[in-house]
């Protein structure tokens, strides 16, 4: 869970993210565990970065991105972008659908999953496009970018991923739609669960493990 950590594009832990936990309308997560059951007959598991995610949370996203003088970590999340144009190149925006609790951003690590070093803030940052055995490794397979980057290079289907990264992205994709998800296009690691409980609402409680998203 990126956001509890310091390590994601705002550089330091997010508000609202209390603990480490992925909360979810139950719609929603019953369909994320038919998925969970289906890719491991294969050999995957899911692994999740985001789920709610509370308005505070994104209000914090804003006023980051309305700080030019704060670019500590575009080196490894949005090195090709210039950060004034996040809002206008859709990067950044002041509501989001993780905040009504049906949407999930994840990817897939090949079982057995070993564990994840530890961010250690202040190391050298790569870019999130660079090769897999050169930007951060968190144990993921290869989809051609790391989370969160902002770059085209993240659109799903985008021609430049061939190979192994795009049959990974279709693999996530595909399992994720067979149990009712739409996957953002400008995101392959976004994937909101349809019909949405909670289509016009956008909460705002904190992510822990006492909170409730949904019926």
Known sequence: MRYTTAHNFVGERVDGYREPVCLLTRPAA????????VLLRSGYTLKVYDCYRPQRAVDHFVRWAKDLGDTAMKPAFYPRVDKSRLFTDGYIA???????????DLTLVKLPAWPTRPYVPGEK???????????????SVDMGTGYDCFDTLSHTDDPRI??????????????????????????????????????????????????????
């Open 125 to 139: 940052l790569v870019p999130c496009y660079a090769p897999q055995d050169e930007r951060f490794r968190d144990n």
């Open 162 to 215: 061939r190979g192994v990264q795009r049959s990974n992205r279709q693999l996530l994709k595909n399992t994720l739609a067979a149990q009712g998800f739409t996957n953002l296009p400008e995101e392959w690691w976004h994937f909101t669960y349809k019909p949405e409980l909670f289509p016009d609402t956008y909460f705002d409680f904190p992510v822990a493990r006492r909170s409730v998203a949904g019926r």
């Open 30 to 37: 019953q369909a994320l565990a038919r998925a969970q059951r």
């Open 94 to 104: 002041e509501k989001s659908g993780h905040s009504r609790g049906s949407t999930v």
